[in-house]
């Protein structure tokens, strides 16, 4: 067995002439990063907690993890395929401009069967067929970054893409309020956004055709699409495991709104005006960290320090979060998890792409990563309802408190930017 060099750098293979120049990729890439933000993030932050609060009434906390912890794990088996297909595709339009596309019209035509849904399982039903959509469009997004952005700017657009995160929910949040909550018209309005703003994105991109040999889809090749070795590319899974640790704290958004109606006692007429206000505060935390880390990390060259930083930083948003006797109070804990849940996605991209085993199947290797975002919304859901029975929303919130500092220790296995080769350190290697 012997060691070769690893792969050419992500991001620098693009022949000259066929990238998409910086000035029209970022505002694409953050369009299309926006629209799936707001077709996915907008109904686990409010209108499925609305629809499902008029069908099961007292039964809401349960009908919710049901349903959001069944779209998690369709997620969670649906994005490996989205960035396989991805890497695969032939298609002139381009592999990754084809799936943003297909993606996003799918999902809207999806969200706007949600608006008619009448029964918990047809949410059930139709929010899990979303999830698997919308993970064709999300695969594409990021595997595209991997494309085109050289490794030097890595840190300034994940930290630009961090923002748009956050934007995504308040914009999707503020759309749905113009409308009666509860309504059709907030469906529709969040789909025809959505799909609008992919459209104007792939307007903007160019994607060369791939004509990279690729080898034969067996069974052997399909069961690959949701493994890597961990023991092979190491780097790869502690960056994995930091990320999975560190959303798993950010899983505690899709239960404010029924946070805020359980405790507090607010009306779901008045509850999505609340929830507009604690998203906003979180953009503001979430935008403006992610961009100064994201520049930062750029100009320092260094990633771990941030991460050390995000953890706790989020950990202690939940603690007081648990700890709310006030929606004021409410406020503050929103505006701490948003700084460390900006500081976090601000250099969190940019790392994992640093460490993928391949440059050729950067979709893949990008969508098993983004299992560690789908797995804690579906964990979560699932273990919600224990946690609430056994000490209510403080044992909830504490508990994911306890993963984020977690995911913080984690990071110092992951090598520094420039440091991959360092003693004592887990570095992306290749063997043949």
Same mark, same amino acid.
């Given at each position: ?118 029964? *918990? ?11 698997? *959509? ?90 690959? $699409? ?29 239960? $404010? ?50 991460? *050390? ?124």
């Amino acid at each position: 067995m012997t060691m070769t060099p690893a792969p050419p750098a992500v991001g620098s293979k693009a022949p000259d002439g066929q990238a998409t120049p910086l000035r029209r990729f970022v505002p694409a890439l953050l369009a299309t990063q926006l629209g799936f933000c707001i077709a996915v993030f907008t109904p686990l932050q409010l209108l499925l907690a609305l629809r499902l609060d008029e069908m099961a009434g007292d039964g809401a906390n349960k009908a919710f993890g049901l349903v959001t912890g069944i779209g998690a794990l369709c997620a969670l088996l649906s994005n490996p395929i989205a960035g396989r297909a991805s890497d695969r595709t032939r298609a002139r339009f381009g592999r990754r401009r084809s799936w943003m596309l297909t993606g996003s019209l799918a999902l809207a035509l999806v969200l706007t069967a949600l608006s008619a849904t009448t029964a *918990v399982w047809q949410v059930a039903l139709l929010w899990s067929l979303a999830q698997v *959509v919308g993970n064709f469009q999300f695969a594409a997004n990021n595997a595209i970054l991997a494309d085109q952005i050289p490794p030097a700017r890595r840190g300034g657009v994940s930290g630009l893409v961090g923002a748009v995160a956050a934007i995504g929910p308040l914009a999707g949040i503020g759309l749905a309020n113009a409308f009666p909550a509860g309504g059709s018209l907030q469906w529709l309005s969040v789909a025809i956004a959505s799909a609008g703003l992919t459209v104007l994105a792939v307007l903007l991109l160019r994607d060369p055709r791939s004509t990279a040999p690729k080898p034969p889809l067996n069974l052997r090749t399909l069961l690959g $699409t949701f493994w890597f070795n961990p023991w092979r590319h190491p780097a790869f899974g502690w960056a994995w495991l930091v990320r999975f640790l560190i959303m798993a704290t950010h899983a505690a958004v899709g239960y $404010t709104t029924l946070f805020l109606m359980q405790r507090f006692d607010i009306s779901k007429g008045d509850v999505g005006s609340v929830v507009l206000g604690i998203s906003a505060v979180t953009l503001v935390s979430v935008a403006a960290v992610s961009v100064i880390a994201g520049y930062l990390s750029d100009r320092l060259q260094r990633q771990l320090p941030f991460v *050390v930083f995000a953890g706790p930083t989020a950990a202690l948003g939940l603690v007081l979060m648990a700890a709310a006797d006030s929606i004021g109070a409410v406020y503050v804990a929103s505006a701490v998890l948003g700084v460390g849940t900006g500081t976090f996605l601000a250099v969190d991209l940019a790392l994992c792409v640093r460490v993928l085993p391949s440059a050729e199947d950067a979709g893949k290797d990008l969508a098993i990563i983004n299992i560690a975002n789908s797995l804690p919304q579906s964990l979560v859901p699932f273990a919600a309802p224990a946690l609430l029975a056994i000490g209510g929303y403080p044992a909830l919130f504490l508990t994911l408190a306890a993963l984020g500092l977690l995911g913080a220790a984690a990071i110092l296995r992951v090598p520094e930017i420039g440091r991959e080769a360092a003693p004592g350190r887990a570095a992306p290697i290749t063997r043949t």
